[in-house]
């Protein structure tokens, strides 16, 4: 059932979120980090979402590892590690900024405290301009920028942009929250010398289906049929198929893919003025008793 599964994804994205927080990824690779989180989820039985993003420093969004990418942690480094779980398409979005650097601190408190404040105002009926304004109000008064181009999003089945924005900060319009609908909440902070956007980089490592369109080539349409049947419509990464094409292989046919816009390529986002960026992550689900946020820490 629906609200089961929903339930049930967050419960294991945030038990890996707290193991994720925690850990001392200093000298990994973003490699191991992504393989070993994506294996956390994979342990419990059940599938990801998306690749499991690991994003430094300024970019703020939207980087998975390459196979065997050789990116290594370092100690002042600050990494967004957004993870997703989904059972038969009901997703989970969580997401923690991870810092070694005593100095970054108030930047990650920044996005958890505009977190925190959002979720205490949910209920059905909330407008999503007034999530927008408690967001951009709680970290300008910490002395930080919420990033005005970056947004959270409804959710819905093997989809995870179902259409609709939760800003992160105050704007005119936007929808009222229903009840029994999933939606992801993810304020993004930078310094008061951040441009407050994001802008599209040149790396593009996530990429996910747009059409079911055959290309007549017969190895690139087998690799479409073998996306559509791992993945459905939700992101993936090259490392999740080159246990079955060699990475060779696997990046000609994807080029393909992409050229006959059957796949899309998403750009990695980075900082405008190349700052930092934390970020912090829940799913929750308005009902009549409030709000059920499906990845709270147990
Ligand atoms: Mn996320
Ligand atoms: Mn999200």
């Given at each position: 059932?629906q609200?089961?599964d929903?339930i049930?994804?967050?419960?294991?994205?945030?038990?890996?979120?707290?193991?994720?927080?925690?850990?001392?990824?200093?000298?990994?690779?973003?490699?191991?980090?992504?393989?070993?989180?994506?294996?956390?989820?994979k342990?419990?039985?059940?599938?990801?979402?998306?690749?499991v993003?690991t994003?430094?420093?300024?970019?703020?969004?939207?980087y998975?590892?390459?196979?065997?990418?050789?990116?290594t942690?370092?100690?002042?480094?600050?990494?967004?590690?957004?993870l997703?779980?989904?059972?038969?398409?009901?997703?989970?979005d969580?997401?923690?900024?991870?810092?070694?650097d005593?100095q970054?601190?108030?930047?990650?408190?920044a996005?958890?405290?505009?977190?925190?404040?959002?979720?205490?105002?949910?209920?059905?009926?909330?407008k999503v301009?007034?999530?927008?304004?408690?967001?951009e109000?709680?970290?300008k008064?910490?002395?930080?920028?919420?990033?005005?181009?970056?947004?959270?999003?409804?959710?819905?089945?093997?989809?995870i942009?179902?259409?609709?924005?939760?800003?992160?900060?105050w704007s005119?319009?936007?929808?009222?929250?229903?009840?029994?609908s999933?939606?992801?909440c993810?304020?993004?902070?930078?310094?008061?010398?951040?441009?407050?956007f994001?802008?599209?980089?040149?790396?593009?490592?996530?990429f996910?289906?747009?059409?079911?369109?055959?290309?007549?080539?017969?190895?690139?349409d087998?690799l479409?049929?073998f996306?559509?049947?791992?993945?459905?419509m939700?992101?993936?990464?090259l490392?999740?198929?080159t246990?079955?094409?060699?990475e060779?292989?696997?990046?000609?046919?994807?080029e393909?893919?992409?050229?006959?816009?059957?796949?899309q390529a998403?750009?990695?986002?980075?900082?405008v003025?190349e700052?930092?960026?934390?970020?912090?992550?829940?799913?929750?689900?308005?009902?009549?008793?409030?709000?059920?946020?499906t990845?709270?820490?147990?």
């Open positions: 059932m609200i089961e929903y049930k994804a967050g419960k294991i994205a945030a038990e890996v979120r707290e193991m994720v927080r925690v850990k001392d990824w200093i000298g990994k690779t973003v490699y191991e980090i992504c393989e070993e989180v994506e294996g956390e989820i342990k419990r039985g059940v599938k990801c979402a998306f690749p993003n994003s430094i420093n300024e970019v703020a969004a939207h998975t590892a390459e196979p065997n990418d050789p990116i942690i370092k100690d002042t480094d600050l990494v967004k590690i957004d997703g779980v989904q059972i038969n398409g009901y997703i989970a969580t997401a923690v900024t991870v810092c070694y005593a970054f601190d108030g930047l990650v408190q996005a958890e405290e505009a977190l925190g404040n959002a979720m205490s105002m949910i209920k059905s009926g909330v301009s007034d999530i927008g304004r408690t967001i109000t709680t970290i008064q910490m002395g930080f920028k919420p990033i005005a181009n970056l947004s959270g999003h409804s959710l819905g089945q093997y989809t942009h179902a259409g609709k924005s939760i800003p992160n900060i005119i319009g936007g929808f009222s929250l229903s009840e029994n999933a939606y992801a993810e304020p993004f902070v930078t310094t008061e010398q951040g441009g407050g994001v802008r599209n980089g040149q790396i593009k490592n996530i996910a289906i747009n059409s079911r369109k055959k290309t007549k080539e017969p190895e690139a087998r479409l049929d996306i559509w049947d791992n993945f459905n939700l992101p993936f990464a490392r999740w198929i246990k079955e094409w060699e060779k292989k696997a990046r000609e046919l994807l393909i893919l992409i050229k006959k816009k059957t796949i998403y750009p990695i986002l980075i900082e003025n700052q930092r960026v934390a970020q912090a992550e829940h799913t929750f689900i308005p009902n009549e008793n409030g709000v059920i946020v990845t709270r820490a147990l």
